[in-house]
């Protein structure tokens, strides 16, 4: 079996008569987007990017706690598409998340109709083509999940909301990037940073262009802010940071967390994070935006969007915002271990293994996972985990498992890194249903990782630099570690690793 439309077409039975009669009571909502490719010039270079409704970034879904969301979605790209929900836990129709293996690409020229339920959750996640390397050109957007009325939230109602995406940009297509990727060169440096679709604010007559239209959000004096900030970029870290304004974190991924103060933030690829942001300064002119590149000397130029209060006179003053030091990694860590779960606020849901506390919960697997630098496999530069680099096999694994259909997987990924040579396989984690796993990430290459975890939310007991032991679980928090989808493992001259247990819970129902 192949992902067809006939297959589309056929899975979408099993849907309607999963759905029918358990969720008769949560409220549906319905939305028809298009997604096409647009112009644009973010950078000043006219090139193709892809927008939804005509929108790049593209719309907002903006729900509430168990809505059902039926989403139809028209390709009119010219080669397959796949949008994926991100950060968002299907307990229903969990297949519908929008990855290859699970789900099917929408084909050039059809529509598809997602249809998800947001189950007990809240937070700030976003949306994007997962396959192809299409992330690159755009097709990217916020989701908001609200909590329902009766939910506390632990502040006080924002007096608004701004979504703000923050990535790297390339002025190559996703197409030609895709090759290069795979290609002895690699991906190479990014053209430059965007910030919610837009090149930087001329700041320094060297490295902007004020020939290039910028992003500027609009505040009032004295107000509160949510700002959610999205890294939607595809290889780089970033620093983000409002001049002369605190950052005050109260969400990320959907987890509440302990509220603390921070000046800037390091974004990793893929991460979301929700901070108040109090319009306390005097108005009289504008202020700097900014979102810097990590870790890397490549790149020079910053994303820097304006931050206008209705009072301004005049432009932003005097030089941007300091980053942190070029290539601290130990400040970039200490932050990261800083963020805490607030275990006081609502919206919480027990464990599939029936506690709220995890540190408690029995681990039934462990998983120590190292990622090698990419190297050429079979004709292509891949990079690998535990020695492997995963191939998707021409049968989604959803429906190779639905249908007893042998020979298209192996359930054999190593528990451990192999001492053997890499190769390409279709290698896949045998989970236990209802486990509870600990899986320990370490980084041999010499560039951040990113990991997501698509359709759990894991708690990020530990991290440090140098390899992991068995003593290093004695370090772990097993009280406050903050659940997220999405986390980073750093370098610093030498591997370092993070871990995560999570919830294994019926990706396969
Ligand atoms: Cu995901």
Same mark, same amino acid.
């Not at 992330?135 to 990217?140: D, K, L, N, Q, T």
């Not at 990320?252 to 901070?275: A, C, K, L, P, R």
């Not at 191939?391 to 298209?408: F, R």
């Not at 772990?476 to 570690?481: E, L, M, Q, V």
């Given at each position: 079996?192949?992902?067809?439309?006939?297959?589309?077409?056929?899975?979408?039975?099993?849907?309607?008569?999963?759905?029918?009669?358990?969720?008769?009571?949560?409220?549906?909502?319905?939305?028809?987007?298009?997604?096409?490719?647009?112009?644009?010039?973010?950078?000043?270079?006219?090139?193709?990017?892809?927008?939804?409704?005509?929108?790049?970034?593209?719309?907002?879904?903006?729900?509430?706690?168990?809505?059902?969301?039926?989403?139809?979605?028209?390709?009119?790209?010219?080669?397959?598409?796949?949008?994926?929900?991100?950060?968002?836990?299907?307990?229903?129709?969990?297949?519908?998340?929008?990855?290859?293996?699970?789900?099917?690409?929408? #084909?050039?020229?059809?529509?598809?109709?997602?249809?998800?339920?947001?189950?007990?959750?809240?937070?700030? +996640?976003?949306?994007?083509?997962?396959?192809?390397?299409?992330?690159?050109?755009?097709?990217?957007?916020?989701?908001?999940?609200?909590?329902?009325? $009766?939910?506390?939230?632990?502040?006080?109602?924002?007096?608004?909301?701004?979504?703000?995406?923050?990535?790297?940009?390339?002025?190559?297509?996703?197409?030609?990037?895709?090759?290069?990727?795979?290609?002895?060169?690699?991906?190479?440096?990014?053209?430059?940073?965007?910030?919610?679709? +837009?090149?930087?604010?001329?700041?320094?007559?060297?490295?902007?262009?004020?020939?290039? #239209? +910028?992003?500027?959000?609009?505040?009032?004096?004295?107000?509160?802010? %949510?700002? %959610?900030?999205?890294?939607?970029?595809?290889?780089?870290?970033?620093?983000?940071?409002?001049?002369?304004?605190?950052?005050?974190?109260?969400?990320?991924?959907?987890?509440?967390?302990?509220?603390?103060?921070?000046?800037?933030?390091?974004?990793?690829?893929?991460?979301? +994070?929700?901070?108040?942001?109090?319009?306390?300064?005097?108005?009289?002119?504008?202020?700097? $935006?900014?979102?810097?590149?990590?870790?890397?000397?490549?790149?020079?130029?910053?994303?820097?969007?304006?931050?206008?209060?209705?009072?301004?006179?005049?432009?932003?003053?005097?030089?941007?915002?300091?980053?942190?030091?070029?290539?601290?990694?130990?400040?970039?860590?200490?932050?990261?271990?800083?963020?805490?779960?607030?275990?006081?606020?609502?919206?919480?849901? #027990?464990?599939?293994?029936?506690?709220?506390?995890?540190?408690? $919960?029995?681990?039934?697997?462990? *998983?120590?996972?190292?990622?090698?630098? #990419?190297?050429? $496999?079979?004709?292509?530069? %891949?990079?690998?985990?535990?020695?492997?680099? *995963?191939?998707?096999?021409?049968?989604?694994?959803?429906?190779?498992?639905?249908?007893?259909?042998?020979?298209?997987?192996?359930?054999?990924?190593?528990?451990?890194?192999?001492? %053997?040579?890499?190769?390409?396989?279709?290698?896949?984690?045998?989970?236990?249903?209802?486990?509870?796993?600990?899986?320990?990430?370490?980084?041999?290459?010499?560039?951040?990782?990113?990991?997501?975890?698509?359709?759990?939310?894991?708690?990020?007991?530990?991290?440090?630099?140098?390899?992991?032991?068995?003593?290093?679980?004695?370090?772990?928090?097993?009280?406050?570690?903050?659940?997220?989808?999405?986390?980073?493992?750093?370098?610093?001259?030498?591997?370092?690793?993070?871990?995560?247990?999570?919830?294994?819970?019926?990706?396969?129902?």
């Amino acid at each position: 079996m192949r992902c067809s439309p006939l297959h589309l077409r056929c899975i979408s039975v099993v849907v309607f008569l999963s759905v029918t009669g358990t969720l008769a009571a949560d409220p549906y909502i319905f939305f028809d987007w298009t997604v096409s490719y647009l112009t644009a010039s973010p950078l000043g270079t006219r090139q193709q990017v892809i927008g939804i409704n005509g929108q790049f970034p593209g719309p907002i879904l903006n729900v509430t706690t168990n809505w059902n969301v039926v989403m139809n979605v028209k390709n009119n790209l010219d080669e397959p598409l796949l949008l994926t929900w991100n950060g968002i836990q299907q307990r229903k129709n969990s297949w519908q998340d929008g990855v290859l293996g699970t789900n099917c690409p929408i #084909p050039a020229g059809w529509n598809w109709t997602y249809e998800f339920q947001v189950k007990d959750q809240i937070g700030s +996640f976003f949306y994007f083509p997962s396959t192809n390397f299409q992330r690159a050109s755009g097709g990217y957007g916020g989701i908001i999940v609200n909590n329902r009325e $009766i939910i506390p939230v632990p502040f006080a109602r924002p007096d608004g909301d701004v979504t703000l995406f923050i990535s790297d940009w390339y002025t190559k297509s996703h197409k030609k990037l895709r090759k290069d990727v795979e290609g002895k060169n690699g991906l190479g440096p990014p053209d430059g940073i965007l910030i919610n679709g +837009f090149g930087p604010f001329p700041y320094t007559r060297e490295l902007a262009s004020n020939a290039i #239209p +910028f992003g500027t959000i609009n505040v009032e004096p004295g107000k509160t802010y %949510r700002f %959610r900030v999205h890294n939607s970029g595809i290889a780089t870290s970033l620093n983000f940071r409002i001049q002369n304004h605190n950052l005050l974190l109260v969400e990320t991924e959907g987890s509440y967390t302990v509220q603390q103060n921070y000046t800037n933030m390091d974004i990793h690829v893929g991460q979301s +994070f929700s901070f108040l942001v109090t319009m306390d300064q005097s108005g009289s002119n504008d202020y700097y $935006i900014v979102a810097s590149p990590r870790f890397v000397t490549s790149v020079k130029a910053s994303g820097v969007a304006i931050l206008r209060y209705s009072s301004s006179q005049g432009p932003a003053l005097g030089p941007l915002p300091d980053p942190p030091a070029e290539l601290d990694t130990f400040f970039s860590m200490n932050q990261a271990r800083s963020i805490r779960l607030n275990l006081s606020a609502g919206a919480a849901r #027990p464990n599939p293994q029936g506690s709220f506390k995890y540190g408690q $919960i029995t681990v039934t697997d462990v *998983y120590v996972i190292v990622n090698g630098p #990419p190297e050429m $496999i079979e004709g292509r530069l %891949r990079a690998t985990l535990n020695g492997i680099s *995963y191939i998707p096999p021409s049968t989604p694994l959803k429906l190779a498992q639905q249908y007893n259909i042998s020979g298209v997987y192996k359930l054999d990924f190593p528990k451990r890194p192999m001492n %053997r040579h890499p190769r390409v396989d279709t290698s896949v984690i045998n989970g236990t249903f209802k486990g509870f796993v600990e899986i320990i990430f370490q980084n041999s290459d010499t560039t951040v990782k990113s990991y997501h975890l698509d359709g759990y939310a894991f708690f990020v007991v530990g991290m440090d630099f140098g390899l992991w032991t068995e003593n290093s679980r004695s370090t772990y928090n097993k009280g406050d570690a903050v659940a997220r989808s999405t986390t980073c493992i750093l370098v610093h001259g030498r591997p370092s690793w993070f871990l995560w247990t999570m919830l294994a819970c019926g990706t396969f129902e």
